[in-house]
């Protein structure tokens, strides 16, 4: 059974930082791409980056340059490095493989004050 542990979140000023952590269990991490996502109140759940095996990553717009995704395979974590946060980085941020399958973890909640 997969289990997807999320941490790291926390109240933060705009143009703060926070990295968040992925804890996963229960899958043949190393060959799975993962994937943060986050769903803001009143949104749907957005993919915001990914990272591939092979660790190609890829981001949404809105976090390109600010956001860095990163793995070890030999903690089975993922990692989200957020930088020069904004209000609307406001969110409940999530892991999941990247194309989603499964349940969904509790996530992290991230407030930026403005």
């Known amino acids: 059974q997969v289990q997807l542990v999320e941490s790291g979140g926390g109240l933060v000023q705009a143009g703060g930082s926070l990295r968040l952590s992925c804890a996963a269990s229960?899958?043949?991490?190393?060959?799975?791409?993962m994937g943060w996502y986050r769903q803001a109140p009143g949104k749907q759940r957005e993919l915001v980056a990914g990272?591939?095996?092979?660790?190609?990553?890829n981001y949404a717009d809105s976090v390109k340059g600010r956001f860095t995704i990163s793995r070890d395979n030999a903690k089975k974590m993922v990692y989200l490095q957020m930088n020069s946060l904004k209000p609307e980085d406001t969110a409940v941020y999530y892991c999941?493989?990247?194309?989603?399958?499964?349940?969904w973890g509790q996530g992290t909640q991230v407030t930026v004050s403005s």
């Open positions: 999941n493989t990247w194309g989603p399958k499964g349940s």
């Open positions: 229960g899958m043949i991490f190393s060959i799975n791409a």
């Open positions: 990272i591939t095996s092979g660790e190609y990553t």
